[in-house]
Nanobody, 121 residues
Framework: QVTLVESGGGVVQAGGSLRLSCAAS????????VGWFRQAPGKEREFLSR????????QVADFVKGRFTTSRDNVKNTVSRQMSSLKAEDTAVYYC??????????????WGQGTQVTVSP
């Protein structure tokens, strides 16, 4: 079991950058593959990326490739998401989630509370 806490959200101008962090306040984050998702008002939650336990493999949604990158530091028990060239349509609540498996049907059992990212035009 793990309790996840996101941080780093805020208001940024279009074209700017933000770095989000996902930390484990309880449990060991390195026991889980970690995914990033977001949900904009009135829209369904969408997958952004995921990273394996070791950080050696990651997958990124096509629509954020080249702008968003994910990394992890298992010593610090954190996973980070660097977002650049932000657009107004990136405005959403961003969540990290933990999964025990990596396959296509991996289930994200543990979710953080989310952090708001607002990109102003």
């Amino acid at each position: 079991q793990v309790t996840l806490v996101e941080s780093g959200g805020g208001v940024v101008q279009a074209g700017g950058s933000l770095r989000l962090s996902c930390a484990a306040s309880e449990g060991i984050l390195s026991n889980f593959a970690v995914g990033w998702f977001r949900q904009a008002p009135g829209k369904e939650r969408e997958f952004l990326s995921r990273i394996t336990w070791s950080g050696g493999l990651s997958q990124v949604a096509d629509f954020v490739k080249g702008r968003f990158t994910t990394s992890r530091d298992n010593v610090k028990n954190t996973v980070s998401r660097q977002m650049s060239s932000l657009k107004a349509e990136d405005t959403a609540v961003y969540y990290c989630a933990g999964a025990r498996t990596w396959g296509p049907d991996a289930k994200y059992e543990y979710w953080g509370q989310g952090t708001q990212v607002t990109v102003s035009p």
